[in-house]
């Protein structure tokens, strides 16, 4: 036990460099006092150590921090172009959740968050099976398109996410870099687009809702919480209505699965996440939707990019009334775009 400790420090030792962390308490401007120890502060917010648990809080909902209490030694991580720093199970502590909207606060506060970090929007070149069938068809079809006259060969493909709060609105497009001028390449280039963006339309919002949402978990639903013995169970059902949502959540407060009902129909979302340094990422998930006839998967990897988690592969394979669709999409060349 106690070699596999020092090992663990030793490899924090290795990339990162000490920095003070207080014990202290944080005075939120509602009134509500959190005794901890701060982890980080940057000028846009603070994260604290509360009980075991990590939260954040921004610093226009913070009145005064109490720092009087004699400072503690910890090793903060400054990582950056690589890949998020993952952490063992076993050091991944055992949450007891509280009840209520504390307990909410509980769970969201250890998963990692982009918008936590400043992302406001992204570009990115993206490429995939899906472009490059598309390139190779064209080819066939219209010769001078291909290598000759380079049209085909220097066709990019873009993406462009913003991180928005409008309800029902698509946060992501795809464009090309250029249109050929031919009306049948071009629409050829559209059908592909299409296609690519119809398929990401089933990813981004569980992607979102788990790394970009301010919460993944609705902090205004009265959720009924209970101890399972997998872990917790949490329990919304809006009166007067057919909508319902039930989540299950082990020990360590990572949901397992989130099944929402409503009178349109049901989906279900099993998610996987990659134990990092800065809170659960999501790795994966499966689930389906529409009762049932809509079944769809993903796995991603990340890099990290002026110091965000930004995803660098994507797999999709998805099945609607028996017809499968599979995607794999690569990422780079970002322009990221953080709040102000």
Known sequence: MKNRVWKVILLVLCVSIPSVAFAETVILKSGQKVDGKIIEKTDK????DFEGVVLTYFLDEIASIDESKKPDLVISEDNPNKQEVQIEESDIPTVTLKEGSAGIQQINAVYYNLTRYGLQQFKCEITGSSFDSLKLMLKEEYPSAGSENKILDDLRFYL???NVDDEGKENFYIVASTQTGDAKIDDAI???ITYTRNILKGFFPVWTQ???AANPIEPDF???IEKVPSGYSLLYEKIGTERSTKIQLDSKLRIIERVDNSSEGSSKISPHFIN???GFLLQSFEGDSDNGSMKKSATMSYEEIDGLQMLKQLTIKTIFSGKEGNLE???SDYKIKKMP
């Open 222 to 224: 009265n959720y009924i």
């Open 276 to 278: 990092s340094k800065h």
């Open 190 to 192: 559209n059908e592909a």
């Open 210 to 212: 788990y790394l970009v």
């Open 45 to 48: 917010y603070i994260t604290i």
């Open 160 to 162: 462009t996410y913003d």
């Open 329 to 331: 999409i690569n990422f």
